[in-house]
């Protein structure tokens, strides 16, 4: 019987949130993402202090590798769905900091 392993378990974790960052970027539900991504950034912190502590067996090894492949494929999915999202945003962010700045300088439009 193997012992269960907490660097495993933590991938394991990692590449649920992931995964359901995924979904949810493509439901458009932009508005949950930030609180996976905390999840996501506070099991990576786990994963930084028992890593080094922790010895896998070779299954072990294995499906951490399957997992961290998953993880990557999913996040650069989620990546390029958020992407487009951020660069309207920031466009009209700077739209709306342009006419701010011409109301101050001309007075406002009617």
Do not use: F
């Amino acid at each position: 019987m193997t012992v269960r392993s907490e660097v495993v378990h933590c991938y394991e974790e990692l590449a649920s949130s992931v995964s359901l960052m995924l979904v949810l970027a493509h439901a458009k539900e932009w508005g949950q993402l930030p609180g996976l991504e905390s999840r996501c950034s506070a099991i990576v912190d786990r994963l930084r202090v028992i890593e080094p502590t922790e010895t896998l067996d070779a299954a072990q090894v294995e499906t951490v590798l399957h997992l961290l492949d998953r993880i990557r494929t999913e996040q650069a999915e989620v990546s390029g769905l958020i992407k487009p999202q951020l660069d309207d945003l920031l466009s009209r962010m700077g739209h709306l900091s342009q006419q701010k700045n011409l109301g101050k300088a001309y007075g406002p439009t009617h």
